[in-house]
């Protein structure tokens, strides 16, 4: 067990290197109005029931939409070296979550909200999983999800599967233990058509379904960010219809076949922003979420539009809200 000492360190250095998060459930058509000024570079994880108070508050802990209801609770004093201390576990209190309508869903049907951090790589920060980390995320940030982003590209689990896949599975075992949930999270990025490594993607996602597809902690993000690239080439135009649609299909028929109700969050094209598109041709299946990547610092009504124009085609919305 780390030192108080080592253990805020090591916390301060994934806060610089790690990408800030709230995860949210699908619960409101408003996304956040805050256009607070931040960089690009870090992406939180957020769904679609943002509020400008979730925005602004990481560790919150999630509630559910009815405010007479008490999911996970925190208690702190006002020193602000103190450990908040969280009295429930989000997996024990919601259980198997399920997609209702446009709502992220507890086991017994209330709308639930998850907050919590998305990782950076795991090639870049593996060496912070570990108890006491994911310990501190969730019991005195009060994280009630952690995102793993398995990237695809350069140095990562294209070219080291068997490595990385050994570090995705640690993390997702710390994080059941804690009681919390887990995205994992296929990371593509500047290979921008998940068919690229769909056959590697099949056989990850087969693998995690055949081994935690009995947890319900487990949430599956089967493509982070579609994308064209800069290419300009409407040959390379990566597409919903023609690109990520037939990809997410084949994916999630390898899952279902050892997880039938863990929720998936399905990438929209152009870098997860068009959910519009994703919503008027969906994917057929239960519980699924489609991904929005909402940026505060430079994104604005436009996306918003979009969001609401997915729901009211009755998609479930799966916010990656960066602050």
């Not at 610089?16 to 994880?45: G, K, R, Y």
């Not at 869903?105 to 990782?119: I, T, Y």
């Not at 599975?169 to 710390?174: A, M, P, R, S, T």
């Not at 929209?268 to 008027?280: K, L, T």
Request: net charge negative.
């Amino acid at each position: 067990m780390w030192s108080k000492c080592v253990l805020r360190k090591s916390i301060a250095i994934i806060m610089t290197v790690l990408l800030s998060s709230l995860i949210l459930s699908a619960c409101s058509s408003t996304v956040s109005q805050s256009n607070n000024t931040q960089s690009n570079n870090p992406q939180a994880v957020v769904s679609q029931q943002t509020t400008a108070e979730a925005a602004t508050t990481e560790t919150t802990v999630s509630q559910t939409a009815d405010e007479s209801s008490s999911a996970v609770t925190t208690s702190a004093s006002s020193d602000p070296t103190s450990t908040a201390a969280v009295t429930s576990r989000a997996a024990d209190d919601y259980g198997q979550l399920q997609v209702i309508g446009t709502n992220l869903c507890s086991s017994k049907g209330d709308p639930v909200q998850l907050k919590g951090m998305s990782l950076h790589g795991l090639q870049a920060v593996g060496d912070f999983l570990s108890e006491a980390s994911i310990k501190t995320l969730a019991e005195d940030w009060g994280c009630t999800v952690i995102r793993l982003p398995l990237y695809t590209e350069s140095d990562c689990y294209i070219k080291y599967p068997d490595k990385y896949y050994e570090v995705l599975c640690k993390g997702i075992d710390l994080c059941i233990a804690q009681g919390i949930y887990v995205i994992v999270d296929w990371h593509i990025l500047s290979d921008g058509n998940p068919n690229t490594y769909i056959n590697e993607s099949v056989d990850l996602f087969t693998k995690i379904s055949g081994k935690y597809g009995s947890s319900p902690n487990v949430i599956y993000e089967i493509c982070n960010e579609p994308n064209s690239g800069k290419t300009g080439e409407a040959a390379k135009t990566v597409t919903w219809a023609r690109d990520i649609k037939p990809y997410a299909e084949k994916v999630i028929a390898a899952i279902r076949k050892n997880d039938p109700d863990n929720v998936i969050i399905i990438g929209s094209p152009n870098w997860s922003q068009d959910v519009d598109v994703a919503a008027a041709d969906p994917v057929k299946g239960t519980n699924l979420m489609y991904s929005l990547h909402f940026y505060a610092g430079s994104h604005g009504q436009e996306l918003r539009d979009k969001m609401d124009a997915a729901i009211k085609l009755g998609a479930a919305i799966f916010v990656i809200n960066s602050k």
